[in-house]
């Protein structure tokens, strides 16, 4: 089972997974990417189709994604699908967490479609989810005033001895 990143928008699944892959020597795959890959951008796909459509294809990314030797980053809110819920209960899940102050400056670009309404958006979405995000985590680790370089080789040494026990 692959390594899997999760946790609230602009935490850095993307950015401290892709490194930590590098790191390890093995694949990445972040889920919204294969998603735009093959349907376009995610703020198109939840206008032209809706939220619901999303997570159905989301999910369909999840379950091939799980299946590879990889670093897999998931989109926050991948964590919703009860399967992928049970999926990732044998998995080696990372949870990145990250305070509203800090995230206020990483939430620019503004190509999110859940934060229409900013950071008020984003902390409620954070707080409905939060419990799920720390049921499904083996490891938890707080970004908000780290640099990413530091985050990812603390990881990369983590499953390194994890993997040598
Ligand atoms: N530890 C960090 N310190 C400062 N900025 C960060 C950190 N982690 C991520 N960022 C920035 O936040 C933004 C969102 O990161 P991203 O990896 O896309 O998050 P996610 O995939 O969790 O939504 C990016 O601009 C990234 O450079
Ligand atoms: O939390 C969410 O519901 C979402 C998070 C996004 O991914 P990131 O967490 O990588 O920003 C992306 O999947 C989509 O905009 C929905
Ligand atoms: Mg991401």
Redesign the pocket.
């Known amino acids: 089972m692959p390594i899997v990143f999760i946790?609230p928008?602009?935490?850095?699944?993307?950015?401290?997974g892709r490194r930590v892959a590098r790191g390890l020597n093995v694949p990445f795959i972040d889920t919204d990417k294969r998603i735009v890959e093959s349907y376009g951008p995610i703020g198109e796909i939840f206008a032209r189709e809706g939220e619901e459509y999303f997570r159905i294809i989301e999910r369909e990314a999840v379950d091939w994604a799980l299946g590879e030797p990889a670093v897999v980053?998931l989109g926050?809110g991948a964590v919703l699908n009860v399967d992928t819920q049970s999926d990732l209960e044998n998995a080696t899940v990372v949870y990145?967490s990250v305070t509203t102050a800090a995230v206020q400056a990483?939430l620019g670009g503004g190509r999110r479609p859940l934060l229409a309404g900013g950071i008020t958006d984003w902390e409620r979405i954070y707080n409905v989810r939060r419990p799920t995000y720390e049921a499904l985590a083996t490891i938890c680790l707080d970004?908000s005033n780290?640099?990413?370089s530091g985050?990812a080789d603390e990881i990369v040494n983590w499953v390194q001895e994890r993997n040598d026990e």
């Open positions: 946790g928008m602009a935490a850095g699944k993307t950015k401290i980053s926050g990145l990483r970004t780290r640099p990413i985050i």
